[in-house]
Nanobody, 115 residues
Framework: QVQLVESGGGLVQPGGSLKLSCVAS????????MGWYRQFPGKQRELVAT???????NYADSVKGRFTISRDNAKNTVYLQMSRREPEDTADYYC?????????WGQGTQVTVSS
């Protein structure tokens, strides 16, 4: 089992920056990738960014060049640095961790982009 706890959500003005954190605990040795999804009201979750243990990254087209995913293995933490935020980025953001045959989710953190 893997437990994930996100933090860092909140209100940010358009064009501003925000950094989300996700701390993993439990059987973290089996994790092969971590990342972030987001969910808009009434929509399914969509991938924002992913980072594999091999260092491979993948981003949604809508966030390329604006968001950066990174990981601190010593802290068992994955980050999502969000820059040049747009109102369309307003959503609930969920951290995930994947191992063979299983995906774990955090509880989500809300991000609102508004002036």
């Amino acid at each position: 089992q893997v437990q994930l706890v996100e933090s860092g959500g909140g209100l940010v003005q358009p064009g501003g920056s925000l950094k989300l954190s996700c701390v993993a605990s439990g059987s973290i040795g089996s994790i092969v990738a971590m990342g972030w999804y987001r969910q808009f009201p009434g929509k399914q979750r969509e991938l924002v960014a992913t980072l594999s243990n091999m260092g491979y990254t993948n981003y949604a087209d809508s966030v390329k060049g604006r968001f950066t995913i990174s990981r601190d293995n010593a802290k068992n933490t994955v980050y999502l640095q969000m820059s040049r935020r747009e109102p369309e980025d307003t959503a609930d953001y969920y951290c995930y961790a994947a191992e063979a045959g299983e995906v774990y989710w955090g509880q989500g953190t809300q991000v609102t982009v508004s002036s």
